[in-house]
């Protein structure tokens, strides 16, 4: 067991980061951030970091050395780093579900081997590759980059096969995954802590909506039948315990009618879960620190219905927003990542509302995000 007073090690500095820094030093922890940018997000609100390049093993090091138990924020570290930290501390999730989850192709091989639902796909390592498993999945049908893809990027939809060479050179690795397409009705996700001792808790099932593939809002409850609710979340603690889960995982779904089918993993706190915060007993931060230090979990329960906004860089186009505008709502909450830059795109902040519904609380989030401008 890690205790209040120890210092946990956090890879990686964005505001993932920050929130776990934040709920870590509020129950008296001490935490050490690893990112290369000066000043980042997680690093403002962490005891100390290590400014360096993820590949730089000698900082790796010494960053480990430095204290008990190292945790990420993202999954892209290379493997030499993760197996050098790996030397010196516990690393928690394990390298195994790091290594799993972070490559699309091993994640999906290990989902469909394991009988859990995935899209149908194929493997493809060059254009001929694409051209034959086009073929064979029909289109519509999507191609994802095998690694570092992240918020849609690195990943085409292929309409017709003579759009199968511009999709390929779309790729950010070599190595793709072609899906069959899905035509879901719904997507949610499911966030689930495990601890070492095999106690699982997952927290309600979200409903997410995603513009230019980045996700925009999310509700809770999901507007989901309480049948398929629950079949989500037992879904959710399978997959944890076949990985060996030790912190938290987002599983995120596609709603097919009745049915069920795996997107993705991520092993580490998640955007769909930034309402947890202000609306559960216990927030994901929270939740992913007492798994990953061994202590019991919280109550996940869901207080009072809550909806969740994203903030973009495009937000700042003319200006800093008009925080006043959207705080008028006194059901509002405000969370800024301390981004010093402002790009179209890029995660800035989320505000959070609460409502009698989560209809009342998605329409409330909306309306303050509309505010701001
Ligand atoms: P991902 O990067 O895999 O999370 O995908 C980003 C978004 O693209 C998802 O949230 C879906 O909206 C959409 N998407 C991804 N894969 C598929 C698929 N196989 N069929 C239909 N839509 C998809």
């Avoid at 509700?219 to 989500?232: M, T």
């Avoid at 216990?282 to 019991?296: D, I, K, N, Y």
Wanted: charged share 25%; glycine share 8%; net charge negative.
């Amino acid at each position: 067991m890690i205790r209040p007073g120890q210092t946990i090690g956090i890879v990686g500095g964005g505001q993932l980061g920050r929130m776990f820094a934040l709920a870590a030093r509020r129950m008296g922890y001490r935490v050490h951030v690893l990112d290369p940018t000066p000043d980042c997000p997680a690093g403002q609100a962490a005891d100390s970091q290590t400014t360096a390049a993820y590949d730089n093993l000698t900082a790796a090091r010494d960053f480990a050395a430095g204290v008990d138990v190292v945790t990420f924020e993202f999954e892209n570290v290379p493997s030499r780093t993760l197996a050098v930290i790996e030397q010196e501390r516990p690393v928690r999730p394990s390298p195994f579900v790091l290594d799993m989850t972070r490559h699309r192709l091993r994640e999906k091989t290990f989902l469909s081997e394991n009988g859990f639902p995935v899209a149908p796909f194929r493997r493809v390592t060059d254009v001929y590759d694409l051209a034959a498993a086009i073929k064979d999945l029909g289109t519509p049908c999507v191609l994802k980059t095998a690694e570092f893809g992240y918020d849609g990027k690195g990943q085409s939809k292929i309409d017709s096969p003579d759009q199968a060479e511009a999709a390929w050179k779309a790729l950010i690795c070599p190595l793709g995954v072609l899906e069959g397409f899905v035509r879901f009705q719904k997507e949610i996700s499911v966030i689930v802590a495990r601890n070492d001792a095999g106690e699982a808790r997952a927290f309600d099932p979200f409903e997410n909506v995603h513009t230019h593939h980045i996700l925009d809002t999310t509700i809770c409850p999901a507007r989901i039948a309480p049948e398929l609710s629950e079949r989500a979340t037992e879904l959710a603690k399978k997959i944890a315990e076949k990985i060996g889960l030790v912190g938290l995982l987002c599983v995120e779904l596609f709603v097919v009618g009745d049915d069920l089918v795996v997107n993705e993993l991520a092993p580490r706190p998640h955007n769909s879960g930034h309402l947890t915060g202000d609306a559960c007993v216990t927030s994901q931060f929270e939740q992913h620190l007492r798994a990953v230090c061994g202590l019991p979990l919280g109550d996940t329960s869901l207080m009072r219905p809550a909806a969740m906004a994203n903030l973009l860089g495009d937000l700042w186009a003319n200006g800093d927003p008009k925080w006043e505008n959207a705080l008028a709502d006194p059901t509002v909450k405000l969370h800024l990542y301390g981004k010093r830059s402002a790009r179209p795109g890029r995660k800035m902040g989320h505000l959070n509302a609460t409502g009698a519904t989560a209809d009342e609380a998605c329409e409330a989030v909306r309306r303050a995000r509309d505010a701001l401008l």
